[in-house]
């Protein structure tokens, strides 16, 4: 007699890394319910998929109650945004409530108690809380700087020719959504060896800026030029582009890690190969990928006239407040706030040696 696969549910169904779980996991053969926000585009593709697509509020105990319904293991994504320490707490009480095997759950390299980032912090804090479930098994995804987010600027990287990051001379190994996904899906279809283990995916190879300007020069076929930015423009740049303020509030602190080179210590892990079975994609194979999907990556004038009408409003603004906004929204500061290299405890709990 065939034994029925579990049904695994999917948070954030519809994002950088929900969508190629749920994906991955379909291939594998189990079912899949995707927890989306709203009924769009990306919840419709779900569903050609085969996923079973539930729209709910993840800050909604009731709503994640429902969507775990004769589902028994799960992966959890915690919402962009604020209060995203609430709806970590609501998703536990859930599970624990449904009694769900095993949970993986995406956190982040940087996570410790005292940096900057509320975001971080509350990241910290889930991932302590979350091992309390007395009948849930837990695997902790804890990735870095995604390569995804270079393409943020990718308009002005093709129309311009300019790479525009405040990266300074950091490094990373980026990696791919598409191996962030086999991962998560791997401590899901088989999780008994990965219970109570983090893993870090990233990519195979630690880039410099320049390095990362170069792959975009040859996929894209002309000149481009990193150009070291600074903090203060990405604010702007981010506002321009209609990011909200609390996400902006928190990125804009990572580059501080980046700059530090956060992202190189311990970097590359050989995660996605271990639970895959195959090599984790370089940077230039995510490149080409990406840039075919991307209208604006095609040179045309209105694509450059675009891309300069952006950067030229992002110059000409006035820099927002990002401390104050922190300040107004009541975020609980810290009188000894320290970033990821620069704190012991960090180093530590990630097992890294004072000499990086």
């Given at each position: 007699?065939?034994?029925?696969?579990?049904t695994?549910?999917?948070?954030?169904?519809?994002?950088?890394?929900?969508?190629?779980?749920?994906?991955?996991?379909?291939?594998?053969?189990?079912?899949?319910?995707?927890?989306?926000?709203?009924?769009?585009?990306?919840?419709?593709?779900?569903?050609?998929?085969?996923?079973?697509?539930?729209v709910?509020?993840?800050?909604?105990?009731?709503?994640?109650?429902?969507?775990?319904?004769?589902?028994?293991?799960?992966?959890?994504?915690?919402?962009?945004?604020?209060?995203?320490?609430?709806?970590?707490?609501?998703f536990?009480?859930a599970?624990?409530?449904?009694?769900?095997?095993?949970?993986?759950?995406?956190?982040?390299?940087?996570?410790?108690?005292?940096?900057?980032?509320?975001?971080?912090?509350?990241?910290?804090?889930?991932?302590?809380?979350?091992?309390?479930?007395?009948?849930?098994?837990?695997?902790?995804?804890?990735?870095?700087?995604?390569?995804?987010?270079?393409?943020?600027?990718?308009?002005?990287?093709?129309?311009?020719?300019?790479?525009?990051?405040?990266?300074?001379?950091?490094?990373?190994?980026?990696?791919?959504?598409?191996?962030?996904g086999?991962?998560?899906?791997?401590?899901?279809?088989?999780?008994a060896?990965?219970?109570?283990?983090?893993?870090?995916?990233?990519?195979?190879?630690?880039?410099?800026?320049?390095?990362?300007?170069?792959?975009?020069?040859?996929?894209?076929?002309?000149?481009?030029?990193?150009?070291?930015?600074?903090?203060?423009?990405?604010?702007?740049?981010?506002?321009?582009?209609?990011?909200?303020?609390?996400?902006?509030?928190?990125?804009?602190?990572?580059?501080?890690?980046?700059?530090?080179?956060?992202?190189?210590?311990?970097?590359?892990?050989?995660?996605?190969?271990?639970?895959?079975?195959?090599?984790a994609?370089?940077?230039?194979?995510i490149?080409?990928?990406?840039?075919?999907?991307?209208?604006?990556?095609?040179?045309?004038?209105?694509?450059?006239?675009?891309?300069?009408?952006?950067?030229?409003?992002?110059?000409?603004?006035?820099?927002?407040?990002?401390?104050?906004?922190?300040?107004?929204?009541?975020?609980?500061?810290?009188?000894?706030?320290?970033?990821?290299?620069?704190?012991?405890?960090?180093?530590?709990?990630?097992?890294?040696?004072?000499?990086?």
């Amino acid at each position: 007699m065939t034994k029925t696969k579990p049904t695994i549910l999917v948070t954030s169904g519809a994002g950088n890394t929900g969508r190629p779980v749920t994906q991955s996991l379909l291939q594998a053969g189990f079912p899949v319910r995707a927890m989306v926000r709203r009924e769009d585009e990306r919840a419709r593709k779900l569903r050609e998929l085969g996923a079973d697509v539930v729209v709910g509020n993840l800050f909604d105990v009731r709503d994640l109650r429902s969507a775990m319904r004769g589902v028994q293991r799960a992966y959890f994504v915690a919402p962009h945004g604020p209060n995203g320490l609430h709806a970590s707490m609501a998703f536990a009480v859930a599970a624990q409530e449904a009694k769900l095997e095993t949970v993986t759950t995406l956190s982040q390299w940087l996570s410790h108690p005292g940096h900057p980032s509320l975001a971080t912090r509350e990241l910290w804090l889930a991932d302590q809380i979350s091992p309390w479930m007395p009948n849930v098994d837990v695997v902790q995804i804890t990735p870095g700087w995604f390569a995804w987010t270079y393409f943020l600027v990718l308009d002005v990287i093709a129309q311009l020719g300019v790479f525009p990051m405040a990266l300074g001379q950091g490094r990373n190994a980026p990696p791919s959504n598409e191996d962030m996904g086999a991962v998560v899906a791997a401590t899901l279809v088989d999780p008994a060896p990965h219970v109570g283990k983090a893993y870090r995916p990233t990519g195979p190879k630690l880039l410099t800026p320049e390095e990362i300007a170069a792959t975009f020069a040859r996929v894209l076929g002309r000149d481009v030029k990193y150009a070291p930015s600074s903090v203060d423009m990405f604010v702007k740049a981010a506002t321009v582009a209609g990011f909200p303020a609390h996400d902006i509030s928190q990125v804009r602190l990572y580059f501080t890690d980046y700059q530090q080179d956060a992202f190189a210590l311990g970097a590359p892990t050989t995660v996605v190969r271990e639970l895959t079975g195959r090599e984790a994609e370089d940077f230039e194979t995510i490149c080409r990928r990406y840039v075919e999907q991307r209208p604006e990556a095609i040179p045309t004038l209105g694509n450059k006239m675009a891309a300069l009408g952006r950067l030229l409003r992002a110059m000409l603004m006035r820099t927002p407040d990002m401390d104050f906004f922190a300040r107004e929204q009541n975020h609980p500061p810290l009188s000894d706030a320290v970033f990821a290299k620069g704190s012991q405890e960090w180093r530590s709990s990630h097992q890294l040696h004072a000499n990086g």
